[in-house]
């Protein structure tokens, strides 16, 4: 393997290496942050903030609660079905702190979906916003979950503000549909009895898991990232070391705009930016634009992460020329590939360049990124971060020279255990020297920057979100006048990409209406066809296999 001639393109200030083993588990390290940042502001949400000795306090009560659920042993499975939420950061922290696995949902799972979730993952219990109770309602007999614990959009605000919240969300805008879920627990009383529970230290290790984290593959079958306490600490220290010459925790705030639930957000915000005593403004609907805005000018941003859709949204909203940027110190694009025109439109309306970087859900997430002291934006995914190693390879795993296109694969602490419960998935993705084969086609220049060209997998990166096009075919086909379907990716300026559906029909009378119609029933919206296209035969290989890369070709895409 090459020399890893990217450490000359480090800043100032970054190591070459990190000490995974600094610390031994997640709740160590988070108890090193309560105690050096205690009085500190950690959270914001809506005007509500929290300090590290709040975030402390609340979530060593609801540790302490699980803990004292009959049948919740170390090592069990919670899943966590919230948007970004005061409450979101009291609950993940919770679960590491009580030994427990935390399984993010997307809140906005259809009942198919989530309980594909629940079911591979054994969870056995979930953490819900009443809005998607009735969700959870609908598939909890077909799960092992047995304790169901909900909270409301307002239960970490002061009194009046919360029950006027909870009011408004329940009875005005009528975002909350009538549901009983039998021996659902209240997130408030949880606390109330986690209070007068006793929190003991779980026996953790470095190799017990800390997030099951889903993800999936071209065969749309969604996979457990088996993320252990080491893999997620040596990415925050990673990254952590990447950050902190320019950080400084008294000069901004940094924003929490991406869900939590989702692998970047859940690292850079909730677990880097923590380590770093930082002060994350939650922003629960980014969809919001004119009320993110007014966010960016109440708290003047240090720090923004977010993917190339974001950036775009913004610039395009009026008011959003008119913050004061002066104190950002850098945007961060991830998720998906930050489009030229808008990182120069970014640069020249806020003066600084977005630093794009490179990740995976199997990496923790974080695999490289570009020096944040850069000025300006230059297309690559950056260098590889401390103690990783990248390295560009042949179809046989031959390392291949500076220029040539191959796949990335990477190797270091960050990379994951495994997938849950498959090993022929893990066996295939992972070699037996530790290199994770990421399906992504690209090249290395001579300075050690990594510019991706092309996916090997069929994946559709719709805003930052995969989308697996074989679980958008399987949808289809359903449809009895769907003889057969294929998707692709298409370029979208809004989303970076939207999927597209092409059909073989059994029922001439099957219009584009009807088949987005159906899928809308068993897809979260991001996964709803945009575009169908009807057809009187899909290509295919000599043993039948329909030939995506074909579709593309003849759709210019």
Not at 71 to 84: H, I, S
Request: contains cysteine; hydrophobic residues 40%.
């Amino acid at each position: 393997m090459r020399d890893k001639t990217w450490i000359s393109s480090y800043a100032r200030g970054v190591p070459a290496e990190i000490d995974p083993d600094r610390y031994a588990t997640l709740p160590e390290l988070l108890g090193d942050s309560f105690e050096r940042f205690a009085d500190r502001p950690a959270f914001t949400n809506r005007g509500t903030t929290l300090s590290f000795a709040d975030i402390d306090r609340l979530s060593r009560d609801f540790a302490a609660y699980l803990q004292s659920v009959p049948g919740l042993k170390r090592g069990e499975r919670v899943a966590v079905m919230l948007p970004n939420l005061l409450q979101s950061v009291v609950v993940i922290y919770g679960v590491l702190r009580a030994g427990l696995v935390v399984v993010n949902v997307n809140p906005l799972y259809t009942p198919r979906e989530l309980k594909h979730q629940l079911v591979d993952s054994g969870a056995g219990t979930i953490v819900v916003l009443e809005n998607f109770g009735a969700t959870v309602a609908e598939v909890l007999a077909e799960t092992k979950v047995e304790n169901v614990i909900v909270t409301r959009v307002g239960d970490q605000f002061r009194p009046l503000k919360r029950l006027t919240v909870n009011f408004v969300v329940k009875h005005v805008r009528k975002h909350v549909p009538y549901v009983t879920i039998a021996g659902a627990v209240d997130y408030r009383t949880a606390l109330a009895e986690g209070r007068r529970a006793q929190l003991v230290e779980p026996e953790l290790g470095a190799s017990d898991l800390a997030f099951l984290q889903y993800t999936g593959g071209t065969t749309g079958v969604a996979k457990g990232a088996m993320l252990t306490q080491r893999n997620i600490l040596s990415n925050v220290l990673q990254g952590k070391a990447w950050f902190e010459p320019h950080f400084d925790a008294g000069t901004g705030h940094v924003f929490a705009a991406l869900p939590l639930y989702h692998i970047f957000a859940l690292t850079v915000n909730l677990l880097i930016y923590a380590a770093l005593g930082a002060h994350n403004v939650l922003i629960t609907n980014p969809r919001d634009l004119p009320a993110f805005i007014a966010e960016l000018e109440r708290y003047p941003c240090a720090f923004l992460t977010g993917v190339n859709t974001l950036f775009n949204a913004l610039l395009n909203t009026p008011g959003f020329a008119s913050v004061d940027f002066s104190g950002m110190n850098a945007a961060l694009g991830g998720g998906m590939a930050v489009q030229r025109g808008v990182a120069e439109r970014w640069r020249e309306t806020t003066g600084v360049a977005i630093q794009q970087g490179y990740g995976l859900t199997e990496t923790s997430p974080i695999v490289s990124c570009n020096p944040l002291d850069s000025s300006e934006f230059n297309g690559s995914v950056g260098v590889p971060l401390p103690s990783t190693e990248v390295a560009i390879l042949d179809d046989d795993g031959a390392p291949l020279g500076t220029g040539e296109k191959g796949e990335i694969c990477v190797r270091g602490p960050q990379v994951m255990a495994g997938y849950w419960n498959r090993p022929d998935a893990t066996a295939e993705t992972v070699t037996v020297d530790g290199w994770l084969r990421t399906g992504d086609i690209g090249h290395m220049d001579e300075r050690g920057f990594i510019f991706i060209e092309d996916r090997k997998k069929d994946l559709i990166i719709v805003s930052g979100f995969n989308v697996y096009p074989n679980e958008v075919e399987d949808v289809a086909m359903l449809h009895p006048g769907v003889r057969e379907a294929a998707a692709i990716g298409v370029e979208d300026e809004h989303s970076g990409e939207a999927v597209k559906l092409f059909v073989v029909r059994n029922d001439p009378a099957l219009d584009a209406a009807g088949i987005v119609e159906h899928c809308r029933q068993s897809l979260t919206g991001y996964k709803v066809p945009q575009h169908v296209a009807f057809v009187d035969e899909l290509p295919k290989s000599n043993v039948g296999k329909i030939l995506r890369r074909e579709l593309r070709d003849r759709d210019g895409s």
